[in-house]
């Protein structure tokens, strides 16, 4: 507890004597009876104080001990205001009335005082049982109350304790960008480096930061992460003996298992070792809390009466100490249990519903409403008619966006988001579902097709509607200029970090000022899109069918997928599709249902893993068969004859697909030399890019701006060939690229007069972030990329720097800051397509990143490499562009050049078009052009020959 070894209450000696004179009546326990003697001897040490509290919360039967020496010690010195603060918080614990006045007098009283630990401490507790009964505003109050003392307190760790604080307040208020930000700087504060310690009775701090990261983690769907964060925090609650503490993160860790479990990670018999532990620890030591919150997961692990039993029990335990989520929890499962009783339970299925949604709205809940409107959703799908069901689904869907739209813009509100996919996946099923019942399955179709659409790449697409310049009051304010500050320190740091020499000691130290420096920054850019928030697009809406259909040229075809797995631990289930196929045609559209996301996914990291490995070719044209099968067979052999330019909208696995690489027969042509195929992360971005080069009235642009073999990093010798730059912040070490100025050459070659190659030291971040790119229709890296799947914000294109204020790499938090206006971008380096999957958002890659900032189309690669390999189809794809082909028309060329000339598919399949496939950068040359030219000056000469003749 903050403050309280070695700091004295001003107590005298006099008041010792007293103490000691007066006996308490009754026997107390021993220990009790331990620590009336320590204050008995030291009645300053307000340590002695907070183990008198701290035994009373872990023994629920010896409460009233406790708290009868604590009012003992108060009424002997009543200016011992920290003692009536833990009077009030065992008063808490217990229910007792009159407990919140007699926290905030203490609260007063400290301050009157001049006891800031005390006041921060008390502004922490008490702000977290206001959180916990939905009273958002006066937590937050209370919070910028309490900060300044806890900042005058002269540590870092008790302001430390109220950023903590306010992460909950903002996760409760579903920013969780805000609450990252905030757990991570308190992370920082609370376990610092070797140097430095904190007091060891500070540990309850690291304890709440830890449980607090897992809550984030496991909202923002990465369950592993959770896990990990909340068995941190039960480890350290468990070796400093805290029975009451420790039953929160195992709790937490049974809820984390649960996913865990759904996601075959844990095994049903640990998780219920998990409950057992936690219910004894919650009861063991009087956490009222945890103990109703266990007895909701183990109704969830449970059926009928008996689930009811403990949903009940949570609900009563939840309604005597004023926990409101917790009781919201406990009706919303109970509900859904009633549910999964049978159609003659659904009326008071429905009830328990209705009020706790009620109850959820009344007290703050927001997340929490959510989550009931797509239990009732989920309700209707299973006793109402179809139409109740999706007007049900509508409700919920309608809610949950609502709640998305006020968030700040980005990865943070994706990954939030992406919690709320059971409810876009359950509603397309259904529609799909019925369509094959119905005369005209057309709306059906459009429904689905726009409901996954309003899941799709939101973040993408709002980024392309908005507008590209940065407003002039955002330029001039502070905060712009400082987040300018603090990404040049970030470019400073990460040079230090990319200097092979750098000694252990200093790296490690680079390192942690790194990930301070890039909280800061996305702090700032955070604060600066909410103090100048952007105008709502007035651009393009998400398209239906018909736009579609109009979009699609000649012979083109859309194949809009959507891979789920269903709700397996759902009872009971619903008899609809899991994953479907969208296929969309000028004339029809068609749907087709598919195997589930989790079969798909094996064979697609499957297929994946025997190209790049290279060793196996007949296993790899085996696998290529079989996914083919899967996803495009019965497709393709629906679509008319004359249809040979595919655009390809996948989910989750299928983007790091090789669609390229499938074949419907070992022997067979390939998807990519029989079509032209695009990838596109969703159907509104795919038009969103389309509309924006009609409405430009776009002309091929004949010049290609190439930047190539920077001069960077310490070179490998000859033995890399890959195009992919290791971890960099061990120290930059780059293979060569012997084959990267042949490969820019011919582009420069194709594209004609006006291109430019930059190499060396010319090559640079710098250069490339000055120079004006509208007058080029190609820009082209041929270079190394860095490919960061924990932290995709880090993934980056090597260049030189150019000057002191860049560091050379290129990364995915400013990529998207290029002034692009629908070039193509060539990405000739390793994985520049790959990176982490977000739900509904896709890959969050190099190429994404090159969309947000203006690109109409990305030639990228899923996997590494080879700088011959590449060179060589990219020097295919030059030649192709150059005669004013398309970029899916180009890639389509060149692939089956590279298969005539016997390359390996994983030379080939991995480079994709992501994008506008569609587009022509280049203007293409006349082929009877060099003839006339040719013709031209043979005639000039004999005309020269006869006139010389002539004067003769």
């Known amino acids: 507890m903050g403050g309280m070894t070695g700091r004295k209450l001003g107590l005298c000696v006099a008041v010792a004597m007293v103490l000691a004179s007066v006996a308490i009546a009754g026997e107390l326990p021993p220990r009790l009876e331990e620590y009336r003697a320590a204050i008995v001897e030291q009645p300053g040490a ?328 797509a239990s009732e959703a989920r309700l209707k799908a299973l006793y109402s008619p179809p139409e109740v069901a999706v007007q049900a689904h509508l409700r919920a869907l309608e809610y949950i966006e609502g709640l998305r739209a006020p968030l700040v813009r980005g990865t943070i509100r994706a990954q939030a988001f992406s919690h709320w996919d059971s409810v876009y996946y359950r509603l397309a099923g259904l529609s ?161 249902p598919l195997d589930s996301r989790r079969e798909i996914r094996g064979r697609v990291e499957i297929l994946e893993g025997l190209l790049e490995d290279r060793e196996a070719p007949e296993e790899g044209l085996r696998a290529s068969t079989r996914l083919y099968g899967d996803l495009l067979g019965q497709a393709l052999a629906e679509l008319p004859e004359d249809v040979d330019r595919l655009v390809i909208v996948p989910d989750d696995v299928l983007f790091r697909c090789p669609f390229g690489a499938l074949r419907a027969t070992m022997g067979g042509d390939p998807i990519g030399r029989r079509y032209e195929v695009s990838i596109v992360p969703s159907a509104a971005v795919w038009a969103q890019l389309k509309r924006s080069n009609l409405r430009a009235g776009r002309k091929p642009r004949a010049a290609a701006l190439i930047f190539c073999n920077p001069a960077v990093g310490t070179p490998l010798g000859s033995k890399g060939t890959f195009r992919s730059a290791g971890p960099w912040r061990n120290g930059l070490h780059l293979a060569p690229l012997p084959h990267a100025e042949e490969e820019a050459r011919m582009l420069q070659s194709a594209a004609g007069q006006g291109s430019r190659i930059l190499s060396g030291t010319e090559a640079s971040e710098a250069a490339l972030k000055r120079m004006p790119l509208e007058g080029y229709g190609i820009l082209d890296l041929v270079t190394h990329a860095a490919v960061d799947e924990e932290q995709p914000e880090r993934s980056a294109i090597i260049l030189a720097p150019g000057d002191e204020t860049e560091d050379g790499f290129l990364q995915v938090r400013e990529i998207p800051d290029l002034k692009l206006d629908g070039q193509l971008v060539i990405l000739s380096s390793c994985g520049s397509s790959s990176g982490r999957l977000l739900g509904g958002e896709g890959a969050q890659s190099l190429a994404r990143a090159f969309l947000e900032a203006g690109a109409g189309a990305v030639l990228a690669s899923l996997w590494p490499v080879q700088d011959e390999e590449a060179a060589t189809l990219l020097g295919h794809v030059s030649k192709e562009l150059g005669r004013g082909r398309s970029v899916a028309g180009a890639l389509r060329a060149a692939r089956s050049a590279a298969m005539d000339g016997g390359m390996p598919p994983a030379g080939w399949a991995g480079v994709i078009v992501l994008g506008n496939g569609d587009a022509r950068p280049l203007p293409g040359r006349n082929p009877w052009v060099p003839w006339g030219i040719a013709a031209g000056i043979l005639l000039a000469i004999l005309s020269a020959i006869v006139l010389v003749r002539r004067v003769r």
């Open 432 to 592: 799909l579902t019925r369509a094959s019942a119905v005369r005209d399955p057309l709306a059906q179709y459009e429904l689905a097709f726009r409901t996954m659409e309003r899941f799709r790449a939101r973040e993408l697409l709002e980024r392309l509607e908005a507008p590209r310049e940065v407003p002039r009051a955002v330029v001039e304010s502070p905060l712009y200029r400082q987040r300018q500050v603090v990404l040049a320190q970030i470019a400073g740091t990460q040079r230090r970090l990319a200097d092979p020499e750098l000694d252990r000691a200093d790296r490690k130290a680079a390192l942690a000022r790194l990930q301070d420096l890039e909280e800061a920054a996305a702090s700032l850019q955070d604060t600066l899109a909410r103090r100048f928030p952007e105008p709502r697009s007035t651009g393009e809406t998400i398209p239906d069918l018909r736009a579609i259909q109009d979009l699609l040229a000649p012979g083109q075809a859309l194949l809009s997928y959507q891979l789920w797995d269903g709700e397996p631990w759902a009872k009971p289930h619903l008899e609809i599709g899991k994953s479907w196929l969208i296929v969309v045609t000028r004339e029809r559209v068609r749907a087709i």
């Open 46 to 373: 307000a340590m002695n104080y907070y183990r008198v509290f701290l035994y009373g919360r872990n023994h629920p039967a010896h409460r009233d001990d406790a708290r009868a020496l604590l009012q003992w010690c108060y009424q002997r010195y009543p200016r011992g205001h920290r003692i009536e603060m833990f009077i009030a918080w065992l008063d808490q614990l217990e229910g007792r009335p009159g407990w919140e006045e007699a926290f905030r007098r203490s609260i007063d009283g400290m301050s009157s005082t001049g006891d800031v630990f005390g006041v921060a401490y008390a502004g922490e507790i008490l702000a977290y049982i206001l959180i916990d009964q939905g009273r958002f505003e006066e937590a937050e109050a209370l919070i910028e109350r309490c900060l300044p003392a806890a900042v005058r307190t002269g540590t870092p760790w008790m302001p430390a304790r109220l950023w903590s604080v306010q992460a909950v307040l903002a996760q409760m208020q579903g920013d969780y960008s805000t609450a990252l930000h905030l757990l991570l700087r308190t992370k920082r504060a609370v376990f610092p480096d070797d140097e430095h310690t904190i007091p060891e009775s500070e540990y309850d701090i690291q304890c709440s930061v830890m449980n607090n990261l897992g809550s984030i983690y496991w909202y923002l769907g990465r369950f592993k992460r959770a896990y990990a964060a909340w068995e941190e925090a039960a480890r350290l609650r468990s070796r400093a003996g805290d029975v009451w503490g420790e039953s929160m993160p195992t709790a937490n860790m049974a809820l984390c298992g649960l996913e865990l479990v759904h996601e075959g990670e844990m095994s049903p018999d640990e998780l219920q070792r998990l409950l057992a532990r936690g219910l004894a620890l919650a009861i063991r030591g009087g956490n009222a809390g945890m103990e109703a919150a266990i007895h909701n997961l183990m109704g969830q692990l449970s059926e009928g009466p008996e689930a009811l039993r403990h949903f009940a029990k949570a609900r009563e335990i939840a309604r005597r100490h004023d926990l409101h989520g917790v009781e919201i929890e406990s009706l919303k499962l109970s509900g859904e249990a009633l549910a999964a009783m049978g159609s003659s339970h659904s009326g008071r299925a429905a009830a328990r519903l209705h009020e706790a949604e009620a109850m959820a709205r009344n007290t703050g809940h927001g997340f929490l409403v959510g989550e009931i409107l």
